[in-house]
């Protein structure tokens, strides 16, 4: 009786089966499907993610120049260089002695003037390195959030960093768009006037020399970044930026957005080639591009440049000036695509060049 029942219902389920065998059937397709996706994907989201955030990037080398200061600030040049150190803005040394020339002229327990950058009524702190320490980092943090704009980051040290955004959405620091933001916050506080629009003056009277951002020393390579930006892309497996699909990437990626920042060679040597990849067309591949050939099978490569500052046989020196990013050819946004070939083959440049 019981071996009845069973086989019935065996029978049973089988017709069942039988009855939504197309939707089953799609459904296998689609788990199938799915389950390709996900082995092909997975690995690619662990090796490359398009943005770290985790540890954001300063500019390493800072800016070339010297601060003429007086003793009373300059005695604090070992202490500001201990804390620039610390926040990564170690070559913006000089330029924080200036800012402390107008801030303070040295002088006070709070010679950086960063109480209020602490949230405290001005003149709070006592202790020079706690004022220098809290100065130095508030400065980094501006650096970081004004995209390396030099000025930007001056005028908000005056102005608060609020000023940074405010400024970024107007196209970057200008003395118009220092004046209209001190207007307006004066009209909102209900103050006759809001902070000296005339800060990064006064800072840079007590500054000589650049404010571009040089590159820094060389590695125990020889090489040095060639471009003072965050990366934006590593090498490796990513996702292709037109079709999603994972594809190898083989340089690495820094942004420029909005700033044609220059780009140094990394290291001597001769250029291959520079110029767009395809005269023809020039939304080809790299667009215009440079190689620089450094001897004992070492190659750089540097893409979807801007403006290139040099021709083929050309030699060059460690840090010269060859070029700015942009985003010619097949780009989806300015930045340098830099390659690093040893013997012809595509290498990391992480952790060789930079
Ligand atoms: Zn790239």
Redesign the pocket.
């Known amino acids: 009786m019981n071996e009845i029942i069973k086989q019935k219902a065996k029978i049973e389920f089988l017709k069942l089966l039988w009855m939504f065998k197309l939707p089953l059937l799609i459904l296998a397709i689609i788990l199938g499907f799915l389950l390709i996706v996900g082995i092909t994907l997975l690995p690619a989201l662990f090796m490359n993610p398009e943005m770290d955030e985790s540890a954001p990037i300063l500019p390493e080398g800072g800016i070339g120049g010297k601060a003429i200061v007086s003793p009373e600030v300059r005695r604090y040049e070992p202490l500001i260089r201990k804390y620039a150190e610390k926040y990564g803005v170690k070559g913006y040394t000089e330029l924080l002695l200036a800012k402390m020339q107008q801030e303070s002229g040295g002088r006070g327990g709070d010679p950086m003037q960063a109480s209020e950058s602490l949230g405290l009524p001005p003149n709070t702190i006592t202790n020079p390195a706690v004022s220098i320490e809290a100065g130095v980092r508030y400065f980094s943090q501006g650096l970081k959030k004004a995209e390396g704009d030099i000025y930007l980051t001056i005028q908000a040290f005056n102005f608060g960093t609020g000023f940074i955004d405010y400024a970024l959405e107007r196209g970057g620091y200008s003395k118009e768009v220092a004046a209209a933001f001190s207007q307006m916050k004066a009209k909102e506080l209900g103050w006759s006037r809001y902070g000296d629009i005339n800060y990064v003056d006064n800072v840079l009277r007590y500054f000589e020399g650049s404010l571009e951002i040089s590159p820094g020393s060389p590695n125990s390579y020889g090489f040095i970044k060639p471009i003072q930006a965050e990366i934006t ?1 590593r090498f490796g497996v990513r996702f292709d930026p037109f079709t999603g699909v994972p594809m190898n ?1 083989y ?3 820094f942004g420029c957005k909005g700033q044609p920042l220059p780009i140094y060679a990394a290291r001597n040597g001769k250029i291959q080639r520079a110029g767009w990849q395809n005269p023809g067309n020039h939304n080809e591949g790299f667009g215009q591009r440079i190689y620089i050939d450094h001897g004992g099978g070492l190659v750089t490569v540097y ?1 979807h440049l801007a403006e290139i500052f040099v021709q083929p046989g050309q030699t060059v020196q460690t840090g010269q000036k060859i070029g700015t990013c942009g985003t010619t050819g097949s780009s989806t946004g300015e ?1 340098l ?1 830099l390659e690093l070939h040893e013997n012809g083959r595509k290498v990391n440049p992480e952790g060789r060049i930079f």
């Open positions: 892309s990437h340089g690495v990626d893409a930045h695509h």
